[in-house]
Structures are given as C-alpha cells and as structure tokens.
C-alpha cells in the first residue's frame, strides 16, 4: 500500500464536513492519505473548501445523485487502497492507522475489507465506514464498489460480499464516532431528509436482491447504470 484515497460525499454541510476533516491525518503508518471530497449537486460547499489545505482534491457534480453514485465515481479510479466514509463522522485518534495495520495483518495481500467500529451507534452495518484492498475492489463490475441501483442505504451488499469470500475483519481499535440523528437529534439535517425520502425505495430493492439471492460483484453482473 503506497497511499490511501478517502473519499468523502457531501451536501449542504460544510461545518460537519470541517469537523470530519479535522480528524483525518495527513498519513497513516507512514502511508500518505490523499482526501477527495464530492460535492453532491453543492456548488456553494465546493467553492468554499476549494483552498482548504486538508483536501487533495475538490470535485463537483452538478446534478445532485446521492452518496452510492459519489463513492463509486471515486472508487474507479483510486489508484491504491481507500477508505469510504461520511461527512458525519469523526475518526477517532490513531484510527486509520489501526485499520492499515489491520490490513498488513489480515489481509497481507490486501484482498479484503477492514471494517472501522462506531462509538455509541448500535447496530450498524460493519462495512458503514471501512478500508478496502485494490484486490477486493476487482472484485466489482467496473471497480464500483456499490451497487448502482442504490441512493444512499448501499453497504449491506459490500458487506454480504466480503462475508461470503471470507474477506471481512471489524477492527475494534478502529474507532470512530457517526454523529447519526438516531442517537444525535440535533444532527437531523436536509442530507439525512433527502436520504430518508429514498429510503424505502433502497430497503425495497435490497430486499428483493437478497430474496433472489443476489450480491453485487459476486452473483449478480449486471450494472443498472449503463
């Protein structure tokens, strides 16, 4: 691992985003975190943390098309290992570093998952925020690492996936903190609005993908996209 992509997507939240920001490290381990934030349809958020010196690198879409398509446009081109995270999060001291040990660890020849664990969240999918190997991304049509179909509920089958090939580890030094408004009511915003207004659209098609025993990248090749 020569350097590691962490793609975050955002919307309409530019204090969240800088709060998020403020905990990731310039490396990890020695290894070089190159940052690229999506703005999601947010013209006024990318203009605003154009020069922000955290940052590698600032892209805008104009048509605002959800998390799901952001992460993917990212991962096609990552050209090493990444993380996948969320503007709503804080990685805690030391946290991406035990993930690429993690890594070194369990997966030495990076054809895995290394899923982070979140502070006072409940029950929430391993694979939310995780650190995946270039191996394990092949493994994907095109290297999307998220099922087109979906808005923003799209980890389950990343995790289905990694659990089936044997290739998933929850790393509990890992540790962030997802400022959810399950547990943070004050933290309810027109992102998480806009995400709940898909959100039956996304369950629906999860279930009927699981109950026909499909997992993206694994049994099921078809990209709903193209």
Not at 141 to 164: D, I, M, W
Request: charged residues 25%; neutral net charge.
């Amino acid at each position: 691992m020569k350097r590691l992509d962490l793609i975050i997507p955002t919307r309409n939240r530019p204090e969240k985003l800088k709060r998020t920001l403020g905990t990731i490290p310039a490396s990890a381990g020695g290894i070089p975190i190159f940052t690229t934030v999506v703005c999601d349809g947010d013209v006024q958020t990318s203009k605003a943390i154009l020069e922000d010196p955290r940052i590698s690198r600032v892209l805008f879409i104009r048509e605002h098309s959800g998390s799901v398509f952001c992460r993917n446009l990212i991962t096609q081109g990552a050209e090493d290992a990444l993380i996948y995270g969320t503007d709503d999060i804080a990685f805690q001291p030391g946290a991406i570093e035990a993930a690429v040990k993690a890594m070194a660890e369990h997966f030495p020849d990076e054809d895995g998952i290394i899923g982070f664990s979140q502070i006072g969240c409940g029950v929430f999918s391993p694979a939310g925020c995780a650190l995946v190997g270039q191996p394990f991304l092949r493994r994907y049509p095109g290297r999307k690492l998220f099922y087109p179909g979906y808005f923003h509920f799209s980890c389950q089958e990343v995790e289905n996936h990694a659990l089936t090939v044997g290739r998933l580890w929850l790393e509990p030094r890992a540790e962030l903190i997802h400022f959810h408004p399950m547990n943070n009511g004050h933290e309810m915003d027109q992102t998480h609005v806009d995400a709940r207004k898909l959100r039956e659209q996304d369950r629906a098609l999860s279930m009927a993908r699981k109950a026909a025993g499909l997992v993206w990248g694994l049994t099921d090749q078809k990209d709903p996209s193209r």
